[in-house]
């Protein structure tokens, strides 16, 4: 079973910016499209980007121009840089796979805080 592990969130001002890392174990990261998936507070969980096995990406319109998701595969490694950060981006964030059959265990994910 394939285990992910989120990381480099913390505590931005409005306008900053973070890049957030999720790396996986197990052999199955790089047959897989990855996601990025925010949990805001007292929100369900829903995708920010997605990064298809294809190489097509998809944002969240709010999002769009702010955010890039990018892979590693030889890491086993998906990012998510974050720019010009809002309040509103404000959540814990997970990775997944993406636009696939199959899911993996949740992480504990990150907490990003945006606030002045």
């Known amino acids: 079973q394939v285990q992910l592990v989120e990381s480099g969130g913390g505590l931005v001002q409005p306008g900053g910016s973070l890049r957030l890392s999720c790396t996986a174990s197990g052999s199955l990261f790089s047959a897989n499209g990855m996601g990025w998936y925010r949990q805001a507070p007292g929100k369900q969980r829903s995708v920010v980007a997605g990064?298809?096995?294809?190489?097509?990406?998809n944002y969240l319109d709010s999002v769009k121009g702010r955010f890039t998701i990018s892979r590693d595969d030889a890491k086993k490694t998906v990012y998510l840089q974050m720019n010009n950060l809002k309040r509103e981006d404000t959540g814990v964030y997970y990775c997944n796979t993406y636009g696939a059959t199959i899911w993996w265990n949740w992480g504990t994910g990150t907490l990003v805080t945006v606030s002045s």
């Open positions: 990064l298809t096995s294809e190489g097509n990406t």
